[in-house]
């Protein structure tokens, strides 16, 4: 074939790839409802990425390609609003919301019906699209001017880089960092020793002013789309139906929405939200409630500053009021000291509370937090504890500033700020605390799994000299641990069973487990599968490292940095001397297709007591038949394994319809997975 012609074809298969990956996109993204797993999308993806890089005039800003970042920005240019973005009229109370709705009768009469819409805590964009691509995204601004954010938000994953219709449209809605997201960004940047964030919201303003893309990618922000500014050729009369048209060319909205006929629906939907705020997976603060028809909506109008057709009821704030009793402080495995406030419990959001981390000594002077004041906490993003402002009228006369700890409280070393960090860090590689926390993390369920080594017992371990790094745990004989407090022969037999068992983990679980700075689970599976063992892992490069799918140059470096120590070499030997597997066990994206199991491209939840099973060997068993284990049940999933007492995921598989089996149908399927896989291997 000439080359123009082989540019023809490559030309026609990227057109083609880049429909059905938008397809599977928007399936998965928007409407929830996947058609294909996520090794299917993977391959077909990787497929593009190659033909871009043999054919890089094919490349286009649209490519599915084009979220995953890496673009640096100088700055972020003005964005002017031809459509000026209002803000809402806010109301407090029952009485307030009743008033909204005589004024709005006053002007439109007594039928008017109401959409109500759950109010997301995050940033406001606005979204310009040209005959259905993605030209230019910004901020909110002052409402007539923002920011173009558009190569950020091209990294969120929800946002259509391509309508499902050829048509222009401006929009708005809300970019907002999920809670999950948001828990994990805070804990990965509090062991870093960075500042941690306030609240989702402010994560995901953070976020989307970010100059280097890749970081913004990294954060895993969400949308919901909820207005249209400039219709074009969209024909929804009504702003339910508009959300449901919004849906149908591609964009996310919330499914959370419910069109009232009269104020006291408006108020049932409030006060069920209310409720239900701390059960969504986002954070809200309050619901907007808009005159349904456009019609009316143009009668209405506007004030100067907003519409006179919507308003948002802002939920009272979850917060309530304790005493700081004690600060304690405790020591991570990098080193990182952490300040965790110790309070008179008090319930707040639907749990009773007596702790919240302090995050950092920083903090603490920032909010200028003494012992036995009175303080308002709250739950960051609804799940995380956290101390707002102290009460100062409340303050004790001779109370006085407080002191932070100047040495470790465990080894008595000299704390150090290093460069650009705000934690205080014990910097001492033998400190028993960081050494007792590398253990506890290695025995870890996500990492070496091994069942009867708690904190307890690894402490005891430790401080009897019976073992100083990971490899001695290998070394372990049952005498030792009969010299253990409250560890009797069964019980010591059981924790070297455990052990024996962790030496067959696959590679990931391994580098995982060592503890390497910003390698989580999901990195050290990418890296393992990649290198395949863990001596090439050693050996790997920066450059090697970095041109991973979502591997940075944190994460490259702080791997390079951990084999460049002559220690961690010593270690590896001691590991293999001792019998531990250092290679990676786990399915690949490309073996997948050539495996015959009821689990291959499924999607499970495990819910109950497993009899006949672990529940850690039971995911890692279907997974390496090439099926996925979540821990949460959703639209996604095809099949939920009930074991015994089996609760509310089991009531929520029923009602969504969703395929149950009890835990003899998993072992019969598992079985039967086996058996083909032993006959395709004798053939």
Sequence with gaps: MSQPLAQEAAAHRVAELRKILDRYAYEYYVKDQPSVEDYIYDKLYTELVQLEEQYPELITDHSPTQRVGGKVLAGFEKAVHDIPLYSLNDVFSKEELFQFDQRVKKIAGDTVSYCC????????????????????????????VGENITENLKTVNSIPLRLNEDISVEVRGECYMPKASFVKLNKDREEAGLDVFANPRNAAAGSLRQLDTK??????????????????????????????????????????????????????????YHEKRTELPYEIDGIVIKVN????????????????????????????????????????????????????????????????????????????????????????????????????????????PYQMPTHCPICESELVHLDEEVALRCINPKCPAQMKEGLNHFVSRNAMNIDGL???????????????????????????LLTLDKIKEKSAANILSAIAASKDNSLERLVFGLGIRHVGAKAAKILAEHFGDLNHLSQAKFADIVALDTMGDIIADSVVTYFENDEVHQLMAELEAAGVNLTYKGVRVADIAEIESPFKNKTIVLTGKLTQFNREEAKQTIESLGGKVTGSVSKKTDIVVAGEEAGSKLTKAQSLGIT?????????????SHNKDQTTEEY
């Design 215 to 272: 970081i913004t990618a990294s954060r895993k922000l969400d949308t919901f789309l909820y207005t249209v500014a400039d219709f074009g050729p969209m024909t929804a009369k009504t702003q339910f139906d508009a959300l449901n048209e919004l849906s149908e060319i591609g964009f996310r909205t919330n499914p959370e929405k419910r069109l009232c006929q009269t104020i006291d629906e408006v108020w049932e939907f409030i006060e069920e």
């Design 660 to 672: 149950v089996w009890d835990e003899q149908q998993m072992a019969d399927a598992l079985k039967e």
């Design 117 to 144: 819409e759950l109010k997301i805590d995050g940033l406001s964009i606005s979204l310009r699209y040209e005959n259905g691509l993605f030209v230019r995204g910004a901020t909110r601004g002052d409402g007539s």
């Design 454 to 480: 708690g904190p307890r017992v690894l402490a005891q371990m430790y401080d009897n000299h019976l073992v100083g790094d990971v490899a001695d745990l290998y070394k372990l004989t049952q005498e030792q």
């Design 293 to 400: 028809e456009f019609a009316t909506q143009d009668e209405l109008g506007f004030t100067v500053k907003a519409p006179r057709w919507a308003a948002a009821y802002k939920f009272p704030p979850e917060e309530a009021q304790t005493v700081i009793e004690d600060i304690e402080w405790t020591i991570g495995r990098t080193g990182v000291i952490t300040p965790t406030a110790v309070m008179t419990p008090v319930r707040v959001a639907g749990t009773t509370v007596s702790r919240a981390s302090l995050h950092n000594a920083d903090y603490i002077r920032m909010k200028d937090i003494r012992l036995n004041d009175t303080v308002i906490i709250y739950k960051a993003g609804d799940i995380i504890p956290e101390v707002a402002q102290v009460i100062l009228e409340k303050r004790q006369k001779d109370s006085e």
